[in-house]
């Protein structure tokens, strides 16, 4: 495998000028005009932040990347698929009070924000693949729909899959409902029954006769339903659930394949901001204290590289002793001094196995876990 280029900047700048300068010339330098972006439908996949948690990325940075390709000649457009959990993401109507909410609108961004997968999460498109785990990917159709994928992700902490990078960004939060139940489980739901209030519709909604009732509860026949997702979104009341019970490497393998499917085909780049690196994945409604100072933004054509990349500089920074990651330094014998020879991912979530999914995107020919790190001032 190739050695690949990884970008960076750090945020120290200069009076006058802006670190969104920063950016646009750390992408430029990066390859971003490689791309032929004319007429071209640009998908930027970015999460538009979990309602109270602040860790999400200013849209501002998103502005940058949508100009440059307007000023391309591309159709761009901001994107994102529906979350499995409820939260304030599970449908596109809460999905994008949410993005408004936290300034990801057309007026701010100069370009459109759709989801993805739809209304409620299954508006979808099935990709082939040859994965050790997945050979029909289910992501969101409008991402399956462009022809040019531009991954912007908020680097940090996640407990179950060590890191959240770009492979994150785009393998999970490109999966529709259904892919994200075939990432987390075996890819079918089950019911709460004590929530269940006999609506029917669920059901209803059931194209495959999954669902009966026993003594006015709902019950999904995991042997008939086909973990299409449509009863989560239409449950009035969340009653129906997902198992989230995938052994944490295979979840970062699966991670990994839906990476390929995402891209397959597709011309991409990959923007990832390593700042308030929090501990946990952003889609909990708050952000705990960042584990290191902010370290800077990375840009790379290969979302692989740039994950190891990232991982490896968050582990070279001195640790932030008052956050979480200082709760479980000594345990570890480490003093947080971030000469690199501690994995304060790891630390910090003791079960997960982030480097499963850079061993899987090499498999999946999808980058390389060899890289040149290049700084640009
Ligand atoms: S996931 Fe799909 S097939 Fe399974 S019970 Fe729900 S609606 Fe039916
Ligand atoms: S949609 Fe929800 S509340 Fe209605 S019957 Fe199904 S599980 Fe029960």
């Given amino acids: ?43 930027v996949k970015i999460h538009f932040g979990e309602p109270g948690n602040l860790a999400y990325l200013r849209p501002n940075y998103a502005k940058v990347i949508a100009d440059l390709v307007k000023e391309r000649d591309g159709k761009v457009f901001l994107t994102d698929c529906n979350t499995l959990y409820v939260g304030g993401r599970k449908h596109a109507l809460e999905h994008l009070d949410s993005a408004y909410t936290n300034g990801y609108n057309p007026f701010t961004l100069g370009c459109h924000v759709l989801i993805a997968d739809g209304l409620k999460g299954t508006d979808e498109a099935l ?21 040019i994928i531009i991954s912007m992700n908020h680097f940090k902490g996640h407990e ?45 909604n059931c194209a495959h006769g999954a669902i009966s009732f026993v003594e006015k509860k709902a019950q999904i026949d995991r042997e008939v339903c086909v973990g299409c997702g449509r009863c989560i979104g239409v449950c009035p009341v969340d009653a129906i659930h997902t198992f989230w019970d995938e052994a944490n490497d295979v979840l970062n393998k699966k991670i990994a394949e839906y990476t ?42 290969d979302p692989v590289a740039l994950d190891l990349c990232c991982t490896e500089m968050v582990n070279r920074q001195k640790a ?32 997960t196995n982030w480097k499963a999914a850079i061993e899987q995107g090499v498999k999946m020919k999808i980058g390389s876990d060899k890289y040149e790190l290049i700084e640009i001032k």
Wanted: proline residues 3%; hydrophobic residues 35%.
């Fill in 320 to 351: 932030n002793k008052d956050s979480a990651l200082g709760d479980v330094l000594e345990e570890n014998h480490c003093d947080g001094c971030g000469c690199g020879s501690c994995d304060y991912i790891q630390m910090l979530h003791p079960t």
């Fill in 160 to 204: 179950s899959t060590g890191m959240g990078g770009a492979l994150k960004n785009i393998g999970m939060g490109g999966g529709s409902r259904a892919g994200k139940m075939e990432m987390h489980n075996s890819g079918k739901p089950g019911v709460h029954q004590e929530l269940c209030i006999s609506c029917g519709a669920c059901r209803k």
């Fill in 127 to 147: 990709i082939p693949i040859d994965g050790e785990f997945v050979k029909e990917a289910k992501i969101g159709r409008a991402l399956a729909d462009a022809d």
């Fill in 1 to 43: 495998m190739e050695t690949s280029k990884v970008y960076y900047t750090t945020f120290r700048t200069e009076v006058g000028r802006s670190v969104l300068d920063k950016l646009k010339k750390l992408v430029l330098e990066a390859g971003f005009d490689e791309i032929d972006f004319k007429n071209k439908f640009t998908a």
């Fill in 260 to 301: 390929a499917a995402v891209l397959k085909d597709k011309e991409h780049f990959h923007i990832s901001f390593v700042m308030d690196v929090s501990p946990n994945c952003d889609c909990h409604s708050e952000n705990d204290m960042p584990i290191v100072p902010d370290v800077g933004i990375f840009a790379s054509k």
